[in-house]
């Protein structure tokens, strides 16, 4: 069975809503590359060097990052001559099988769940640069969970910048979840430390913690950082269970070497991918998953409050050829 109907017959198992998600919010990029692709296949009658260095070309400007695209191409150009295939349009199906093939095997796909605990309290801590979306996620996130019949609270962590409290006390209230706070300009480990007693004597299962944006290379942020997570570890032991990097998709390479800065200040051990929805180059999901090895685990594909999927490679694909696999034969 080709890879397009497998998809397809799987995708018709998963809820309706999720799917649409990922093709409404992966239109632009769809539009963009996959069109690419199926002008591409159409215009060459055979497969050739010439057509892979096209290929090349294309996934290049979609952001799938240089070290990426090699090692597709040449996964590619090894399937192709296995298969024996002739027709370039039989390329499309190995192309989005491969998409998939690599972003799997760049880890172990139970880590793009998030980390709940069982038992007691999860605490999850986002960081990334300014505007990259961590207070919008932290918001889609407590709806999400909340919706679950979990109990939830948020942590205004960003004292700094002026009106971040109030903004996660409009989803605060925009979602039915609590928010702690301190006054501005107050220390974000004091309000952290609150945050969790909150948790604790409330019994919540999940906090949300928000921080200040910060640049990756002003090492007193990064440490102030630092000393938030002290006090998490500290008051709830096996804390923070996720410190989720938050990176703006539209921001392409340049997320990827937030992702590295941070990567080396502190432990992040998940991807949250905003805008993807705003993006024609929704290749960047590829690039940070591969050559990062960090778990894409969240991406979000739009501005409303459900507009935020936990990541899954399977419905990415799908969204990035929706068209093809709908027409892909019973
Ligand atoms: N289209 C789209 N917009 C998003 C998404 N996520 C966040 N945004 C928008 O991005 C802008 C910045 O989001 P914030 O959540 O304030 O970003 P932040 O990282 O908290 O920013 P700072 O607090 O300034 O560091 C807002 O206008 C959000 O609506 C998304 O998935 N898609
Ligand atoms: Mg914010």
Redesign the pocket.
């Known amino acids: 069975m080709s890879f397009f109907k497998k998809l397809k017959e799987k995708m018709s198992q998963q809820t309706n809503a999720v799917t649409e998600k990922f093709k409404d919010g992966l239109s632009k990029t769809r539009n963009n590359f996959s069109e690419k692709v199926n002008d591409l296949v159409s215009r060459y009658r055979k497969v050739d060097e010439d057509f892979f260095e096209e290929l090349e070309e294309i996934l290049i400007g979609a952001d799938v990052g240089f070290d990426t695209v090699m090692e597709l191409v040449d996964e590619l150009k090894k399937e192709v001559k296995r298969k024996n295939i002739q027709d370039p349009r039989e390329v499309q199906a190995v192309i989005s099988e491969k998409l998939v093939t690599i972003y799997e095997q760049a880890g172990d796909e139970s880590m793009s769940a998030i980390n709940m605990q069982k038992d007691g309290l999860t605490v999850i801590l986002f960081v990334?640069?300014?505007?990259?979306?961590?207070?919008?996620?932290i918001?889609k996130l407590a709806h999400l969970y909340k919706s679950e019949g979990k109990k939830v609270l948020m942590a205004a962590g960003?004292t700094f910048?002026a009106g971040?409290i109030e903004?996660l006390e409009v989803w605060g209230e925009r979602v039915g979840v609590d928010v702690i706070k301190q006054v501005a300009g107050s220390d974000p480990a004091a309000v952290m430390y609150d945050a969790i007693h909150a948790a604790k004597s409330r019994q919540a299962d999940i906090l949300l913690c928000?921080t200040?944006?910060r640049l990756q290379n002003k090492v007193n942020l990064m440490n102030e950082l630092e000393k938030v997570k002290r006090v998490i570890e500290r008051e709830v032991p096996g804390a923070p269970h996720e410190v989720l990097l938050?990176l703006?998709a539209t921001t392409g390479q340049n997320a990827l070497v937030q992702a590295k800065t941070f990567k080396e200040a502190t432990n992040v051990s998940g991807i949250v991918l905003?805008?993807?929805?705003?993006t024609a180059k929704g290749g960047i999901v590829l690039a940070i998953r591969n050559e990062l090895k960090i778990p894409v685990k969240l991406?979000?594909?739009?501005?409303k409050m459900d507009?935020?999927q936990n990541f899954d490679a399977e419905k990415y694909v799908y969204g990035l050829f929706s068209n093809l696999v709908e027409e892909a034969e019973e």
């Not at 905003?274 to 705003?278: A, H, M, V």
């Not at 991406?299 to 501005?303: H, K, P």
């Open positions: 990334g640069v300014n505007g990259v979306g961590k207070t919008t996620t918001g960003d910048r971040a903004q928000d200040a944006g938050v703006d905003t805008k993807l929805d705003g991406v979000g594909l739009g501005e507009d935020l």
